[in-house]
């Protein structure tokens, strides 16, 4: 099973600034496996990029990923107070998903 | 537009079997696609339970197995979802997704469902 690594597990940064969260695999992943996902309290997941660097749809293009083999970056490149969250990477193989931990962007 | 719905007791026993139902709205679910359960603990992460494919097979998380039981329903276009033998360590928001092979990734979310395992 392949375990993912989020950090850091809380970034505490102001609007305005850019957000970079990384998500580290126990063992290569495919490029086009990996998502990553915004949670907001009392909310379930929305998928924000597939494919490590494709924004699904609606999503705003401040939302970048990147990355390949055992390590991924989401970077959110000026934050809006609306972007302030929980954000989960995930990754799917063998018939099998694992998500990562988590990192919470609050407000510095 | 695609929507899900879980629905399912709220508060289970120790020691008894969790059943949630996931409705689908606006898709066939006998037409394509895999369609996953995920819980989220209270303050915690999310957790892959398993899934199954639209002609029936299944996928389940292998630290859960053994407990698991998801099947779908084509006629009622609802998958379920069967966790026994359930424990406090069980209580979590019971998320149903559908996983779309396009992006590789769960693109639909139903809302949640809050189920706490007390006596």
């Known amino acids: 099973e392949i375990v993912l690594t989020q950090s850091p597990g809380t970034l505490s940064l102001s609007p305005g600034e850019r957000a970079t969260l990384s998500c580290r695999a126990s063992q290569s992943v495919s490029s086009s496996y990996l998502a990553w996902y915004q949670q907001k309290p009392g909310q379930a997941p929305r998928l924000l990029i597939y494919?490590?660097?494709s924004r699904a749809t609606g999503i705003p293009d401040r939302f970048s990923g990147s990355g390949s083999g055992t390590h991924f970056t989401l970077t959110i490149s000026r934050l809006e107070p609306e972007d302030f969250a929980v954000y989960y990477c995930q990754q799917y193989g063998s018939s099998s998903w694992t998500f990562g931990q988590g990192t919470k962007v609050e407000i510095k | 537009q695609v929507q899900l719905q879980e629905s399912g007791p709220g508060l289970v026993k120790p020691s008894e079997t969790l059943s949630l139902t996931c409705t689908v709205s606006?898709?066939?679910?006998?037409?394509?696609?895999?369609w996953g359960w995920i819980r989220q603990p209270p303050g915690m992460g999310l957790e892959w339970i398993g899934s199954i494919y639209h002609s029936g097979s299944t996928y389940y998380n292998p630290s859960l197995k053994s407990r698991v039981t998801i099947s779908v329903d084509t006629s009622k276009n609802q998958f379920s979802l069967k966790l026994s033998s359930v424990t406090a360590a069980d209580t979590a928001v019971y998320y149903c997704?559908?996983?779309?092979?396009?992006?590789?990734?769960?693109?639909?979310w139903g809302q949640g469902t809050m189920v706490t395992v007390s006596s």
């Open positions: 997704a559908k996983f779309t092979y396009a992006y590789v990734a769960f693109d639909i």
């Open positions: 494919g490590a660097s």
């Open positions: 606006g898709y066939s679910i006998s037409s394509g696609y895999y």
